[in-house]
C-alpha cells in the first residue's frame, strides 16, 4: 500500500517476494500426490502464498525503475527454468515416493532457507542506517507465528524437510523482531531522506 500510494518502490526489496515464490512453487510440487501424498495442507497454503507472491512482485514491476524492473524479470525466468527441470527430472528419473519425496523435499528446504534468508539484505540496509522504516514489523511478526507454527506441525508430521527451514526461519525472525526494538527510537518516520533516495539509486544500478 505504502509503494502504491507513493509510486515508488523507494528502499523496498523485492528479494524476500521473489525468493518465497520459488519456494512456494516447490513446496507446492512436494505436496503433489504424485511426489508426496496426503501433503493437502501444505499443497493449500503454498497455493494461498503464490498468488499473492504474484500481486506483490506486480506491484514491483510496475513502480521500479526499468533496471530494478529487469532485474526481477531475470530472476524470475531464471526461477521458472529451474522449476521446470526439477519437476522433469524428479518425474523421468526418480518412481517411488520415497526417493521423490527426498529429492524435492532437499530442493524444499534449500529454497525454504534461501527464502527466510532474503531479509538478510534488508537487515544488513537497517543496521547501515539505523533505520528500521524499510523493514515492516508486520512481515516479520508473521514470520516469526508462521515458522512456529510449521515447525509444530513438522514435528508432528515427523517430516524434517518442513521442520529444519522452518526452526532456522525462527531464528532468522528473531533477529528481525531484535533489530527493530534495537532501531525503532532511531527511526526517522517521515519522508525518504536524500541519503536512502540515494542509497535505492546505488542498489538499482
Request: glycine content about 4%; proline content about 4%.
Amino acid at each position: 500500500m505504502k509503494i502504491v500510494k507513493a509510486k515508488s518502490v523507494q528502499a523496498y526489496r523485492p528479494d524476500p517476494y521473489v525468493a518465497t515464490i520459488l519456494n512456494c512453487g516447490m513446496w507446492m510440487f512436494y505436496s503433489l500426490p504424485i511426489v508426496h501424498p496426503d501433503s493437502l495442507l501444505v499443497f493449500t497454503i503454498n497455493c494461498a502464498g503464490f498468488t499473492i507472491e504474484i500481486v506483490f512482485i506486480t506491484i514491483f514491476l510496475i513502480y521500479s525503475t526499468w533496471g530494478g524492473r529487469k532485474k526481477i524479470i531475470i530472476v524470475l525466468v531464471m526461477e521458472a527454468l529451474f522449476a521446470a527441470a526439477v519437476v522433469v527430472v524428479t518425474l523421468m528419473c526418480f518412481h517411488t515416493y520415497a526417493s521423490r519425496s527426498l529429492v524435492v523435499g532437499m530442493v524444499c528446504v534449500f529454497f525454504n532457507i534461501l527464502m527466510y534468508a532474503a531479509p538478510l539484505t534488508v537487515m544488513k540496509m537497517v543496521i547501515k542506517t539505523k533505520s528500521v522504516k524499510f523493514m515492516p514489523l508486520s512481515l516479520s511478526v508473521a514470520t516469526f507465528a508462521s515458522s512456529i507454527v510449521w515447525s509444530a506441525y513438522a514435528l508432528l508430521q515427523f517430516d524434517p524437510f518442513i521442520l529444519v527451514p522452518n526452526a532456522l526461519g525462527t531464528l532468522f525472525s528473531i533477529v528481525q523482531l531484535i533489530l527493530y526494538a534495537t532501531y525503532y527510537s532511531s527511526t526517522d518516520w517521515g519522508d525518504v531522506e536524500q541519503g536512502e533516495v540515494q542509497m535505492l539509486s546505488i542498489s538499482k544500478a
